[in-house]
């Protein structure tokens, strides 16, 4: 069982890390702007599915394992690094392409799946978040129902993200502000990757 207060900061805490942009507001960003909200919402259930992994590993214990094998976890942020450089560089190199054939709900759904899954930060922050507000002794139950919060939390505040850029569709897609914004969130995806490479190998 959890405080009251507990539960507020675990909530306060969530709402901090969710609101901060990442790769993940990128991909849905990137997904809306190719192929409408549908595709931004199917990514932002891709990203959710993600951490939901995550929370169940976590809670199974199987998180920590991972942490603490190098190489498996090394494997997972380079994968995960080498992703992000190949969507950003995608979207820098063959704006035009993207826009030809854009993401379906099933694929854009991977990617944010993908994307989540293979980010290496994920394991560290459920290891590190959960169990602190679970209190000394938590139970699966309670680990699975902070999680989920953090999911949900995460699901709807994408969604709202893809909700805004279509409602401002009509001037994103300008071919001006549409190949600034394509410019703008290939750099991003990129730098995220190289940035996450850099620092699996430097640890």
């Known amino acids: 069982m959890i405080g009251l207060g507990s539960y507020l900061a675990f909530i306060g805490v969530s709402l901090?890390?969710?609101?901060?942009?990442g790769q993940d507001t990128a991909l849905t960003i990137r997904s809306t702007l190719a192929a409408g909200r549908r595709a931004g919402v199917a990514t932002a259930l891709g990203v959710a599915a993600g951490q939901a992994t995550w929370t169940l590993a976590?809670?199974?214990?199987?998180?920590?394992?991972?942490?603490?094998?190098?190489?498996?976890?090394?494997?997972?942020r380079i994968a995960g690094a080498a992703y992000l450089v190949y969507l950003g560089l995608r979207t820098l190199i063959h704006p035009e392409h993207e826009a030809a054939q854009p993401p379906q709900s099933r694929r854009a759904f991977a990617q944010g799946f993908v994307s989540n899954l293979a980010n290496a930060k994920m394991v560290a922050f459920f290891i590190s978040l959960l169990p602190p507000f679970a209190g000394p002794h938590p139970s699966f139950v309670l680990l699975l129902a902070l999680g989920f919060n953090f999911c949900l939390l995460t699901l709807a505040w994408l969604t709202a993200y893809a909700f805004a850029v279509e409602r401002l569709g009509?001037?994103?897609?300008?071919?001006?502000?549409?190949?600034?914004?394509?410019?703008?969130?290939?750099?991003?995806?990129?730098?995220?990757?190289l940035r996450v490479g850099f620092e699996a190998v430097r640890a």
């Not at 901090?16 to 942009?21: F, N």
């Not at 976590?58 to 976890?73: I, K, Y």
């Open 170 to 193: 009509a001037w994103l897609r300008r071919s001006r502000v549409r190949k600034t914004l394509n410019a703008l969130v290939g750099t991003v995806l990129v730098a995220l990757g």
């Open 16 to 21: 901090l890390v969710i609101c901060t942009p």
């Open 58 to 76: 976590t809670s199974a214990g199987l998180a920590v394992v991972l942490a603490a094998s190098e190489p498996v976890f090394f494997a997972i």
